[in-house]
């Protein structure tokens, strides 16, 4: 599966983005779907990921309430609303996809779970 991530930006504090990932290539419902990020000298971090069927969410805490990860299987679309946004959610934003047999619970984390990644969108977010 190929991934395109869009919708990265420069805003001020407080305000809204929404990043989108088109997967082309395969259908989308068999992968579970993650949004990573990552700044420069710093290891990619998870940010959130949702199940095949959109059934289960996680969210690293950071995050908790303020973004939201969303998939519209029959659009082959990932979709992370970022609201409240702060300077520190300034990254590079990449979307990954994984098909796994294990449960979406099981190192959904780990950047090296994924087998196929997008190319990334900043968000850039001033003071």
């Known amino acids: 599966v190929q991934l395109q991530a869009s919708g990265g930006g420069l805003v001020q504090a407080g305000a809204s983005l929404r990043l989108s990932c088109a997967a082309s290539?395969?259908?989308?419902?068999?992968?579970?779907m993650a949004w990573f990020r990552q700044t420069p000298g710093k290891d990619r971090e998870f940010v959130a990921t949702?199940?095949?069927?959109?059934?289960?969410?996680f969210y690293t805490d950071s995050v908790k309430g303020r973004f939201t990860i969303s998939r519209d299987n029959a659009e082959n679309m990932v979709y992370l609303a970022m609201n409240s946004l702060k300077p520190e959610d300034t990254a590079v934003y990449y979307c990954?996809?994984?098909?796994?047999?294990?449960?979406?619970?099981?190192?959904?984390?780990?950047?090296?779970?994924?087998?196929?990644w997008g190319q990334g969108t900043l968000v850039t977010v001033s003071s």
């Open positions: 990954a996809a994984r098909m796994t047999s294990r449960s979406d619970s099981y190192n959904y984390w780990v950047p090296g779970s994924y087998n196929y």
């Open positions: 290539g395969r259908t989308l419902s068999s992968y579970q």
């Open positions: 949702i199940s095949l069927y959109g059934t289960g969410t």
